[in-house]
Every structure is written in structure tokens, then in C-alpha cells.
């Protein structure tokens, strides 16, 4: 339900007065208080985190580490009951097992990943109070495919379709394979999570079952763009199998196909502040399903101890 | 028309047998001859040709050179006869000039630079003899425009729709704008022109139609282009307006979508020696229009040298 004097207003009417870009005022580092001095990040880092709106974190685990993950694609890809959910997506052509949400809930070696001492400690040095997990998945994209992704700021669809109130989210994407200049990576523009873009169309029914496989509502116009890339730049940061990437969950990043024959897998995992937990959605009729938007599991985080070659 | 004891075949039946990825017999540098010796390119230059199949010059020309070229589009768009021309290909949403061919016809700004001593005398030292243009054209894209092609060689389309024998052709490729990561720039794969990939699907009539919009003829099939890639990698060289690529025309080549707001316009011409002039089609049933593969005016190009500047 659109609700009025909506702080972040979006998927506009196509009659209604444009609104444009606007600078937010939620903080970016949320620790003004002791999360701030309790975590891996140092000042430097925090700094560059505020102004970039990301931290990228190269070769940050080993990539052996990262062996399990497939192991565990591979055995969902022998389960029918997992294949016929809705929170697996296949590839329509093979079969094969392309994204499965909430992974975080199905798999052990991923929820300990999400409690990680050093990813929960920066994280919730950013975000300034304990965090839960918003929604999580493993993405696995063969060469020559990969249909990459437009512009977009995650917080304005969690806003929109979820009801995430405030701009209070770190996204982690952890790479499961080489990240490279042909093997479509993350793009992002930094300092864009600086600005609210509103965006024009408003949200049909049932939205996500079509957002899942393209992105065509919540896409800022092309002046937006230009004025934010101009300003910032773009970057899409390479690296080996472990490399680790957190970015604000309002910065605009994107993604280009995939034209090698390499392939390019991650995890992808959002963290919500539990002081920022869902409302009704502010510019849709009805809640997505949990696996998109967490209601349900919301409790606090603990860190997890047992990686110890990670610790 | 089909040949029998084709050299080079492809537009393969998908009923007939596959025809494995071959070895090239033609030569890559073929002036074993006078012409070797009198030219810019000195023996490590040749070298790096023959293995790579391509050429980089960054900065070739000053970037101020190449405002002339947006002047005269711009005196093109507002030519209403031009427009209504086949050669002319126009958005179809904004009709602005997207592509115009056959441009060093119609400029004598384009016709001067093909005859450059510069370039001419480098194109002559790789084909080992007297040359003539098969194909020009400039190709004007927006930011956030350009739809990027998929791998292909361009040897397979002037082979099977253009009648051209041997491999024996050069392609100039002049950055009118500045080329970096995020605007789709050219993607090479490294030695791939050392092999012939035969590629399936018949072509049919008019093909050129839809194949200037999008290629889907001539395409190689994954393992041979994972092969080729796994085998020399990819390249995407960088460069401000000015740079200049040349490749044989042999080599794979592609070009992502341009992800950024920035333009990304260049000069394309291909010289063809004299010696390996256009026959009937190999595998299609008529020719294309002259404007993409020449066969009037083929005679022997003469250096140009009024561009005091470029001397």
C-alpha cells in the first residue's frame, strides 16, 4: 500500500510530477556508539566505506574455502523436492540449478559463513547495533551466460516491495570463482549511495516473479545515471575465488553479461539492522515471500567460532 | 551459391556433420615480398601481428582531429534523402544516426584517412600488396545505448555472404571517443585468427537485413570459442579518441553493452588486397548490397598525403 509522506518515494505514477534525485540523510556509518570501536574496520576504512559506499576486500578468504559451496549446489541438484520450490531458480534450457534463495536456512556451511566473526564484526560496526539477515543466496552462472543487470539501488526495491524502512543494510557478496574484467563482475558507482533516485512505474502484482529474471521497475532514468557516473566514476573491482565485497545496501551497481567462457559464482547476503526491521511495503499491494524479505527470523546474530582458518 | 570443396566452410546444414575448427594454411603477414620492407611496421611489430591478430595504437591520432567526423554526421542528419538511404541506419527511437556505411564514398574527410601513408602503409606491409576498402562505415552510440555483439569472426560473413576467398584483409578501427571498461569497448581473443571455425546454420535469403541489428549466423559454438579463449585469453584494449586497432579479419571479436553514460563512436574500414577480390558468395544465395562488401570500385588506393599533421 503507497503510503503518504513516504521519506523515499518511488515507483511513481507515470502521470505524477516527477521527483527528483534527492540527498539522503540516514547515516551511512550508523556507529556513533560502541559498535563504532569494537570491529575489524579502522578509521581509514570506515572513512572510505562513508564516501565510497563500498569496501572491497581482496582475496579475503582462501579460495579452497570456497569448494563446499559447489559441493552443496551440487547435492540441491539431485534433491526434486528443493528443485520444485519456488526459491530455486533453474535454468530453463539445462536444468541446472542457477540461484537458490535463502540459502543462509538450508545450509549449514552458509549460516556460519553469515556469522563469520570478521564479516559480522564490520558489519555490524556499519550498520551500529546487531543484525539479522534481510535475504541470501548462491548465484552460479556458466560462461557465455549470465544475463548481467541494469543500474539499480537494492534499498529502493526493499523499500518499495518489502518495507524496509530506513537505509540501514550492508550487502556482502562473496566470490566463488575468479572475478575478472570479461566475466561480467560487480559494478558499482561510488558515492552514489549519497542519493535517493525515485523511479517511475508503479509496482505491479506480483512483481518479483518477473524482477527475479529482469529488473525493469526500479530502475532510475538515464539523466540520474549520467549525473551520479559522472560524479563518481565506476568501478567493478577483480579478484581471485574468496574475495569479499560489502557494500551499502543504496549504492547503484549493475552488472554486464558475461561474454567468456569463465564462469561467475558468489554468494550474495544482506544484513538488516534489527532496529530496521520490515514495515507493510511502502509501493506494493502485498509482501514478497519470506525467502526474499525476511519477517520471520529476525533474531540477532551470533558470531560463529568454528572457521578457525578463517578467524 | 554453395561451393563444393569449399576452403573455408561453414553455414552448415544443423542436419549435416559438424566440421571441426581448423588450422589456417593462408598467411597472416603475406608480404614475403618488396612490401615488407617499406613501411612503418619494423619485424617485432610483424611479429606481434602474426601471433596476436591485432595491432593497438593508443593516442594515434590527436583526439582533436576526430571532432570533423561528429561535424559531418551531424550535417548527414539533417540530409533527408541520405536518411531514407539503406546504408544510413537510424535509432529507432530517437532517429538519430546510429550507423552510416560505404562513409568514405560519401566524405572526402573519411576517404582522405583510409588513404593515410601512415595506416596504408602499414595495411600494405600486412597484405603484401596493393589494397582496396571492402566495407566502411561510422557507428555513433549513446551512453547506456549500443547493444554490444557476440563473438564472431568477421572473415566468416565476407567469406560465406561476400564471395571473399582467401584470408587475406586488414580492419581499421578508429576510437572517435574515448574507449575504457564500462563503455562496451572492442574484446579480441589473441591467435584465434590462426583457426577457421566452421559455424552451423544455413543462411537465408537477405540475411544481412537482420544480421546489421543482430548477429545470429556465423556465430561459433561454445567449446570452440572456450577454447579459443582458455587458449589466448581475452583482450579489451583502452585508449582515448584517436586510439586505432587493426585486426585481421580472421580474428574473434566482440563487444559488451555499454553500461555507462559516456559515448562510445568509431570509424570502421576494411582494405582487402587486390589480389583476393570478391567472387560469388560462398554460402549464400545472392550477394549483399555493395555498400557492405565492395565489388565496383576496387581499385588500388593511393596514399594521401594532405594531412600534414598526421605525417
Request: proline share 7%; net charge negative; hydrophobic share 35%.
Amino acid at each position: 500500500m503507497k503510503q503518504s509522506n513516504d521519506a523515499f518515494p518511488s515507483r511513481l505514477k507515470e502521470s505524477e510530477d516527477r521527483v527528483e534525485p534527492f540527498i539522503r540523510t540516514d547515516p551511512v556509518v550508523h556507529s556513533g556508539n560502541e559498535y563504532r570501536w569494537h570491529g575489524p574496520l579502522d578509521e581509514v576504512a570506515l572513512s572510505k566505506y562513508e564516501r565510497d559506499g563500498f569496501l572491497w576486500f581482496k582475496g579475503f578468504f582462501n579460495q579452497e574455502r570456497m569448494a563446499p559451496f559447489f559441493d552443496e549446489l551440487r547435492e540441491m541438484s539431485q534433491d526434486k523436492e528443493m528443485l520444485a520450490s519456488d526459491q530455486v531458480i533453474q535454468d530453463p534450457n539445462t536444468g541446472d540449478i542457477r540461484s537458490v534463495f535463502a540459502m543462509h536456512e538450508l545450509s549449514d556451511h552458509f549460516s556460519r559463513l553469515t556469522r563469520d566473526p570478521r564479516i559480522l564484526g564490520m558489519v555490524r560496526q556499519l550498520l551500529g547495533s546487531e543484525v539479522y539477515i534481510h535475504q541470501s543466496r548462491i548465484n552460479d552462472k556458466l560462461g557465455f551466460e549470465g544475463s548481467g543487470f541494469y543500474w539499480h539501488s537494492d534499498f529502493e526495491t526493499w523499500h518499495s516491495e518489502d518495507g524496509m524502512p530506513r537505509m540501514r543494510s550492508v550487502s556482502a557478496s562473496l566470490m566463488l570463482t575468479d572475478n575478472n574484467e570479461f566475466n561480467g563482475p560487480l559494478m558499482l558507482i561510488p558515492g552514489s549511495h549519497h542519493y535517493f533516485i525515485p523511479c517511475v512505474g508503479e509496482t505491479p502484482d506480483l512483481n518479483w516473479q518477473e524482477s527475479l529474471k529482469a529488473q525493469r521497475l526500479g530502475v532510475p532514468d538515464q539523466k540520474a545515471l549520467a549525473m551520479m557516473a559522472n560524479r563518481g566514476g565506476i568501478q567493478a573491482p577483480k579478484g581471485p575465488a574468496g574475495s569479499l565485497m560489502l557494500f551499502e545496501g543504496n549504492t547503484l551497481h549493475a552488472s554486464n553479461l558475461n561474454m567468456s567462457p569463465w564462469p561467475r559464482s558468489n554468494l550474495f547476503f544482506v544484513y538488516n539492522s534489527v532496529d530496521n526491521l520490515l514495515k507493510e511495503p511502502y509501493a506494493a499491494k502485498s509482501e514478497r515471500p519470506d525467502f526474499l524479505g525476511a519477517r520471520k527470523n529476525t533474531a540477532p546474530l551470533t558470531m560463529h567460532d568454528d572457521f578457525p582458518e578463517l578467524a
